[in-house]
């Protein structure tokens, strides 16, 4: 516990934010881009903090930030408080009777692992809220926003459309994974012989469909790797994840996936990472929204949703730290 009188006056709740923030990154430059302030700006609210709060909040290092002991229980403290507080304003909002349906557009990853858990607690406040959820690839699900079919939406990948601004919400990583059994033992062979990113070169691969957002990016993290991308084993390719993933369990061959999408299969032994030294793929989930004002029902299920980012990412890094 902190054991100092603080003046809370002088304690800006807008530098609490930024401290989530930078612990939830790990990183000064990461944690500047998600807030849009430039590295010196957010340097500088973290020292005011540790200066106002006189203890060390951060152990700075060439590969990021940690948390000092202190920090930790102060990132705990403040995840419950403002969750408290953003259930209290959402109690007091409910004078603003909220109707109708929202239309929205996920790509799978996010439909299955985000839009469920936050529209349960949106639609506790506002009970007469519906939805119409649209699921599909990245490349779909800006479609689906540029020509104003959906309120706003939510995907995994970089791709960019005229009228569509990408504004980030939850960061991801990328995984190769196989079957913890392969019956083919030239494949088991093959795959405990990958020491570089190169050897996948030699493997028997499963894609989803082109326009996927976890395939373009892992497509594109491959090539910066070195990797001659048209050398790439492209014989199966898949619009359905679940059929991806039974086909990896069977020991067909290797496969990428959100982390997100494989906790439960990591977990249980049905798959494993193939863990490639020097090599990772991140990327970020991005809200697809209008260029114009986002107003409405959209815009409060969107400010809504940003609430919950401390809590949704707290959850994956729990299990992702339990598995790994």
Request: proline content about 5%; some cysteine.
């Amino acid at each position: 516990m902190l054991s100092v009188i603080v003046d809370l006056n002088r304690l800006n709740p807008g530098w609490l934010h930024t401290f989530l923030v930078v612990a939830d990154a790990g990183q000064i430059s990461e944690a500047a881009r998600r807030l849009h302030l430039s590295q010196p700006a957010v340097t500088a609210q973290i020292r005011r903090l540790e200066s106002d709060l006189n203890t060390p909040l951060f152990i700075r290092s060439t590969h990021g930030v940690a948390l000092t002991p202190p920090a930790v229980r102060l990132r705990e403290r403040l995840q419950r408080v403002f969750g408290e507080l953003e259930q209290i304003l959402h109690e007091l909002d409910q004078t603003r009777r909220l109707t109708g349906v929202l239309h929205f557009a996920a790509s799978t990853t996010c439909a299955a692992h985000f839009i469920p858990a936050i529209f349960v607690r949106f639609r506790h406040y506002h009970p007469e809220v519906g939805l119409r959820l649209i699921v599909g690839n990245a490349k779909q699900v800006l479609q689906e926003v540029r020509e104003q079919h959906v309120g706003l939406g939510l995907l995994g990948g970089h791709e960019r459309s005229p009228g569509v601004r990408l504004e980030p919400f939850l960061p991801d990583e990328i995984i190769a994974i196989c079957a913890t059994r392969i019956p083919d033992p030239r494949l088991r062979r093959a795959i405990a012989g990958v020491k570089t990113v190169r050897d996948l070169e030699h493997l028997p691969l499963i894609w989803r469909e082109p326009g996927a957002g976890t395939r373009a990016v892992a497509e594109e993290a491959l090539k910066n790797g070195g990797v001659n991308v048209r050398k790439l084993d492209q014989g199966i390719e898949i619009g359905s994840t679940e059929a991806i993933k039974s086909l990896v369990i069977a020991g067909v061959g290797v496969a990428f996936f959100s982390c997100w999408e494989v906790q439960n299969e990591l977990a249980s032994g049905a798959v494993q990472e193939i863990e490639i030294p020097d090599f990772r793929i991140q990327r970020i989930f991005s809200w697809a929204l209008p260029s114009g004002e986002l107003g409405g029902l959209p815009g409060e299920f969107y400010r809504f949703a940003n609430s919950m980012r401390n809590e949704l990412s707290a959850v994956s890094v729990r299990k992702w730290r339990a598995i790994r």
